[in-house]
T-cell receptor
Framework: ETGVTQSPTHLIKTRGQQVTLRCSSQ?????VSWYQQALGQGPQFIFQ?????ENGRGNFPPRFSGLQFPNYSSELNVNALELDDSALYLC???WGGGSNEKLFFGSGTQLSVL | GESVGLHLPTLSVQEGDNSIINCAYS??????FIWYKQESGKGPQFIID?????DKRQGQRVTVLLNKTVKHLSLQIAATQPGDSAVYFC?????????????FGTGTRLTIIP
């Protein structure tokens, strides 16, 4: 196991609601990245947090937002949920600093929007 | 647009045989490539990586080959075992994404036949 933990593991919401997903990074890692993985697809980069600041964002609307805390854990918030937001949301941690460091993924949160 | 794709969505291999999973990438400026393995209900797990200044890298039972001329990446798994059954993703690190932000392909499902 990677040491990256995500909660909850499964979540069911209805369209228009808001959701918060949580991630604890692996010990010693200061960077957290969030990915969305639709069924049968590869993960898509949402955004990354490094030292509590957003450090890059993929092609996702502003209703996807995040936070990183001083202990490097992170939250992903999604407002005004849409049916297409149903997916596996993956958190990955790494040690930042400008080099290509390996990403260590958690097992994800499976979000279903009805 | 730039994308990472796979030639085959599924691959079945007899236990003990070697398997080869292929991946085409289109961003010629990408300088870092990674293979991930994803088992059912889990997040992607790092297998092996390669930088663009190399054309081959070997790990334990796995070899990654990079052909920059045709923008092709492959993962070779030797003496496949039932535990190798999973979805395999290649991922690239495009330069405009910065470090540690990856573009994943769709994935190839590898099934090991006992």
């Amino acid at each position: 196991e990677t040491g990256v933990t995500q909660s909850p593991t499964h979540l069911i919401k209805t369209r228009g609601q808001q959701v918060t997903l949580r991630c604890s990074s692996q010990s010693g890692h200061n960077t957290v990245s969030w990915y969305q993985q639709a069924l049968g697809q590869g993960p898509q980069f949402i955004f990354q947090y490094y030292r509590e600041e957003e450090n890059g964002r993929g092609n996702f609307p502003p209703r996807f937002s995040g936070l990183q805390f001083p202990n490097y854990s992170s939250e992903l918030n999604v407002n005004a949920l849409e049916l297409d937001d149903s997916a596996l949301y993956l958190c990955a941690s790494s040690w930042g600093g400008g080099s290509n460091e390996k990403l260590f993924f958690g097992s994800g949160t499976q979000l279903s929007v009805l | 647009g730039e994308s990472v794709g796979l030639h085959l969505p599924t691959l079945s291999v007899q236990e003990g045989d070697n398997s080869i999973i292929n991946c085409a990438y289109s961003n010629s400026a990408s300088d870092y490539f990674i293979w991930y393995k994803q088992e059912s209900g889990k997040g992607p797990q790092f297998i092996i990586d390669i930088r663009s200044n190399m054309d081959k890298r070997q790990g334990q039972r796995v070899t990654v080959l990079l052909n920059k001329t045709v923008k092709h990446l492959s993962l070779q798994i030797a003496a496949t075992q039932p535990g190798d059954s999973a979805v395999y993703f290649c991922a690239e690190n495009p330069p405009n994404f910065g470090n540690e932000k990856l573009t994943f392909g769709t994935g190839t499902r590898l099934t090991i036949i006992p």
